[in-house]
Structures are given as C-alpha cells and as structure tokens.
C-alpha cells in the first residue's frame, strides 16, 4: 500500500462556498488517513476567477503531477474542457462535483440542480401570491449547473401568469459584479417584488445591493447555498430563505470516490449529496453546525 496518496481539487474559482468543499474533503482525507495508517494529501487549486481558460491550464499542470485522481467542478460543459479528456486519457481518475456528467461517463457528485432551482422559485413564487415582477440573475453562464438551475426557475415562473420576468443580470459566479448588476436592476425596476439567482455568488451580492438600496423586505428574495454569510442573511431577514447544497458532503464524497478509483474499483454515475432548504425556523440550526 503506498505511504501516501494525493488528490487535487479544482473548483470554478476561489469563493467562500469553495471552501467548504476543502473543508470537507479535508476531513474525509483525515478520516480516512486514520482508518488505513496512509497520508492522505488534499491539493486545492482554486482558478482566481470563473474562467475556462484559467481552469483548464490548471488541470494540465496538476495532471503533470501525476495525482492520485483529480476532482473538478467545471466552468464550461465536459465537452469543451479538453483538458478533463487528456487527464483520463492519462489513466488519472477524475470525478465531477457540483456539477452533471452530461453522458454518465464521470461520476457526478453533487444534486438535483434543477429540481433546486423549481424549490427556489416556487417558494418565491408563493411569496408574492403569484403576482409581480422578479429579476432572475444568471451564475457563469456555460457552467452546467448554473445553466441548470436558471432554466427550471425561468420555466418554473412562466407557470403563474401574473409573474413577469426581468433580467436579473449575470454575475459570472462574482460576488462583486453580483452586487453592481443587482443595483443596477433594482434601480431599472422601482416596483419589482422578487429576486432569484443560480449560485453561492448571487446571494452575497444581492443581499448587499438590497440593503444598499433600501429594498430588503420590499423585494423578497431566494437564494441558492447555505454557506455562513448566506445564513446571517437569512438571520437577518435580508434573504427569505435558500435552496442549498451540501458543499462539505460533495468535498467529503469526491475523496471517497477518488480513493475507490485509485483502488481500480468501479465507481456510480451519480451520488445525489441532496438539497435543504433553509429558512428563519431552521437557520439558527445551520448556523450552529457550521460553528
């Protein structure tokens, strides 16, 4: 058995909810440390910012290091990221999180994304009875999770008749441009009533622009994830409530998965790691096992 194993995880770029996929991975790395007396090194490489590009040259620098296997949860579709198919070809595991495997040929850890997105906006569409205008912001828009997600939530809402949709803006998984793009929206729009987005970027700034501009109660707002900043929002009534993965179980999940591949055993198309739904009864739960 070698002394040591190491794993690479790539993410869309770096961010808060990113982190929480180290964390998991990390932990399960520990775990599994203990339980087979072998190091188990986590190599985490986040892109500074959601850019193919950017992240396909750092998969062919970490393939080049010849890893124990690689996660990665991919800006573009697999099909565009070359640099996935030369890893493999290589004999390197890869797995996806967060992310679908369009062709069930990478096991996909992560969850229902469109099913997350028809609970954000169903919930959103029972908060304003139905009626009024929403802003539906895009995440990075080739990501397929992200794409994924902002589908269901424009075909949810055009099932109720007196909801009219308005471009919600793009915030290419930023927290910043998330901000500026929703100020942007909510000054185009005095009367809008609803908000939506399609990543862990969108609410942070979101939730800031309402704040900035005075709006939070007025336009109620849905988010996606659950990760700390995200929940005092929630706390403190800024965000309704949010439809969340589970980024410590897909970090925890994407180890377990490269382990058995470095072991030569076969590995499932799909792991669902689920999706909660978070509001004030049950946040100050969340928070507290975070802390």
Known sequence: MATSVRFVIIPKVAHPWCDEVHRGAQEQAAALGRALGTEVVIDYQPPTSCDPVEQNAILERAAKTSPSGIAIDPVDTTDHMTAIHQVRSQGIPVVLFDSPSPDGSLTSIGNNFAQQGVIAAERLAKLINGTGKVAVMQGFPTAPNHKQRYDA?????????GITIVDGGTDNDDIETARQQALSVLQSH????????CDASGP?????ALQEAGRVGQVKFVSMDGIQPILLAIQQGVIDSSSATMPKMQGAMSILMLWQASLGLPLPAAIDTGIDVITQENVGRHLAELA
């Open 153 to 161: 939530q424009l075909a949810t809402l055009k099932k109720y008749p």
């Open 204 to 208: 942070l700034g979101i939730a800031t």
């Open 190 to 197: 005095a009367d809008l009533r609803g908000y939506l987005c």
